[in-house]
């Protein structure tokens, strides 16, 4: 397995892995609040003031006064300056809400930014890139009618949004030869999480904090229980972060009801999250980190260090110490930063990071046994038990 980074998208929230039909988010978010637009855009201010003088006088052509409002919203929250404060029309949020939690009509492919241009990374078992013959290492240069070239990642936000049933063409470059592919866009399902066992070691991957990630580590922690592992490596790596639930979950499956982190709002004041229901599990963990392990696992990956509960290895992550706000009003979905988190331990990693207890760089390997940060977590745990 390659390991290597996938992309940053900061100038919208930290990391994100884009699902084609859809952009996965890397965030710490907390619940949605529906409050009046009022508290937003309070009514009689220079927005609607401008509105009205465009309805009653602007002859300079038609224009969507809805569209308009949206990009005032969108501009107002982009002028705070925080990467990770959105504004979302209705349907921009649902849709994205859909995708985090691992359904999402699209084609069913990962994609990275490289030197060649928009390239798969993978595909999906179930969605209809396989059936189509889509492969690894194809690089993107017609998807849906939009030239491809020279795009970046964060260029691809209005090009992957699609619906169930929708007929496209895609144009790929493979081994020198342009290849047309019609695909038929269906609702793709995706795994938050997967399991391999090395030995007598079980290997759990989370992929994001979203979705199915809580059943699917239970059932992995179970699996190795059942096996007779001696130890779990979670594998962050490249995780961009989720839900809270989802943190309160897993942290919970190692630490059981012990504080998790804390927020400190505005004002001043504090809220702690703990682990919902009891450890799943006493067998020696490892935890492996990197440079876009973000937000909820940067959180995850802290507590169980600052409990001593795992040896975490790998590389120094991303550091977003921050947690993101929902706020459902009249005309949209905005996301705002409305608290630092810090760590059990008092620890706040915003702008920082986690630094590993064991640093070991990244490789090039194709399997987890010739994987030297995998190894190298392997061997800290075999040293705990020899100690």
Not at 63 to 82: C, M, Q, R, T
């Amino acid at each position: 397995m390659n390991h290597k980074r996938l992309y940053e998208w900061i100038t919208v929230c930290v990391a994100i892995v884009t699902l084609f039909g859809g952009l996965l988010v890397g965030m710490l978010l907390g619940t949605v609040r529906t409050v009046n637009n009022g508290a937003f855009l309070p009514p009689g201010g220079a927005l609607e003031e401008l509105a009205a003088a465009v309805e009653k006088y602007y002859v300079g052509g038609p224009y969507d006064d809805s569209a308009a409002k949206l990009a005032a919203e969108k501009a107002f929250v982009s002028e705070l300056g925080d990467p990770y404060s959105c504004f979302y029309s209705t349907e921009e949020y649902d849709r994205q809400t859909q995708t985090r939690n691992g359904s999402y009509a699209g084609i069913g492919v990962t994609v990275e930014e490289k030197e060649a241009g928009i390239t798969i990374t993978k595909v999906a078992d179930n969605g209809p890139a396989k059936d189509a013959g889509l492969q690894v290492g194809d690089v993107l240069l017609v998807f849906n009618g939009h030239d491809m070239r020279g795009l970046k990642i964060e260029d691809l936000g209005g090009v992957v949004s699609l619906e169930e049933g929708q007929t496209i063409v895609v144009t790929v470059l493979r081994d020198g030869a342009e290849l047309d592919f019609s695909l038929t866009a269906a609702v793709v399902v995706s795994d938050m999480a997967r399991v391999e066992f090395v030995g007598d070691v079980a290997c759990i991957a989370v992929s994001s904090f979203y979705g199915n990630a809580p059943q699917l580590v239970a059932d992995y922690i179970a699996q190795a229980e059942e096996k007779g592992c001696r130890a779990i490596v979670v594998d962050l790596r490249g995780n961009p972060g989720g839900d809270l639930g989802v943190l309160m979950d897993l942290a919970a499956d190692f630490i059981g009801k012990k504080e998790i982190i804390y927020f400190e709002y505005k004002d001043g004041s504090h809220d702690s999250f703990t682990g919902r229901h009891d450890a799943l599990t006493d067998l020696p963990v490892a935890v492996l980190i990197n440079g876009n392990s973000a937000s909820a696992s940067e959180a995850f990956s802290g507590c169980l260090q600052a409990h001593k509960r795992a040896v975490i290895v790998g590389e120094k992550s991303f550091g977003k110490g921050i947690a993101q706000q929902s706020f459902r009003l009249t005309g949209g979905v905005a996301t705002l930063t409305v608290a630092k988190y810090y760590l059990p331990d008092g620890r706040c990693i915003h702008g920082e990071g986690i630094t590993p207890d064991i640093v070991v760089a990244a490789g090039e390997s194709e399997t987890l046994a010739a994987d030297p940060q995998f190894m190298a977590a392997v061997q800290a745990l075999q040293n705990d038990k020899e100690d």
